[in-house]
T-cell receptor
Framework: EAQVTQNPRYLITVTGKKLTVTCSQN?????MSWYRQDPGLGLRQIYY???????DKGDVPEGYKVSRKEKRNFPLILESPSPNQTSLYFC????????????FGPGTRLTVL | GQQLNQSPQSMFIQEGEDVSMNCTSS?????WLWYKQDPGEGPVLLIA?????ELTSNGRLTAQFGITRKDSFLNISASIPSDVGIYFC??????????FGGGTRLMVKP
């Protein structure tokens, strides 16, 4: 089954404790992206990747890192999480570019205390 | 960054009514997209618009790419209960970054 998976689905952590949210897709897509969703703000793009080893900043990259060492995986890293990073995070992938049909993962709800 | 203003923020309508929502931008977009998000799920693409003036339908949904390239609207005709959800517009400018609107929460009363 074609899908985007994210782990964990829920995470409660404390300020400053490094964490990684994994994202994996099995559709051989070139384009992958991370978004955060906050009430009233819609989805805001954090980082995206057009291909392996190619990543670019989105609208709100501060406090986040990503890597794209393999086509299927695009982890989101928070080196020193802060409470303002409490949010719902979505990973997405598409065949070539962001305006192709993007397939979204199920979301990761992160709470930083 | 770029900003998209989506309105209305929420709508509570009777089943069978038509719905209209729109997005406006302070800058020009080359592509407009409309997504729907069901509770507990990620967004799903409904309609993609690639050319100014383009009018595209997907079943009961119709969306248009504004002539100025700074706006787009989505219409839903004859709404049904399963139309409930949050609808997002998104635009792509010169780069590959996508900007999303704040969403329109649609509630349908049977």
């Amino acid at each position: 089954e074609a899908q985007v998976t994210q782990n964990p689905r829920y995470l409660i952590t404390v300020t400053g404790k490094k964490l990684t949210v994994t994202c994996s897709q099995n559709m051989n897509h070139e384009y992958m992206s991370w978004y955060r969703q906050d009430p009233g703000l819609g989805l805001r793009q954090i980082y995206y990747s057009m291909n392996v080893e190619v990543t670019d900043k989105g609208d709100v990259p501060e406090g986040y890192k990503v890597s794209r060492k393999e086509k299927r995986n695009f982890p989101l890293i928070l080196e020193s999480p802060s409470p303002n990073q409490t949010s719902l995070y979505f990973c997405a992938s598409s065949l070539w570019r962001g305006t192709d049909t993007q397939y979204f993962g199920p979301g990761t709800r992160l709470t930083v205390l | 960054g770029q900003q998209l203003n989506q309105s209305p923020q929420s709508m509570f309508i009777q089943e069978g009514e038509d719905v209209s929502m729109n997005c406006t931008s302070s800058s020009i977009f080359n592509t407009w997209l409309w997504y729907k998000q069901d509770p507990g799920e990620g967004p799903v693409l409904l309609i993609a618009l690639y050319k100014a003036g383009e009018l595209t339908s997907n079943g009961r949904l119709t969306a248009q790419f504004g002539i100025t390239r700074k706006d787009s609207f989505l219409n839903i005709s004859a709404s049904i209960p399963s139309d409930v959800g949050i609808y997002f517009c998104a635009g792509q400018g010169a780069g590959n970054m996508l900007t999303f609107g704040g969403g329109t929460r649609l509630m349908v009363k049977p």
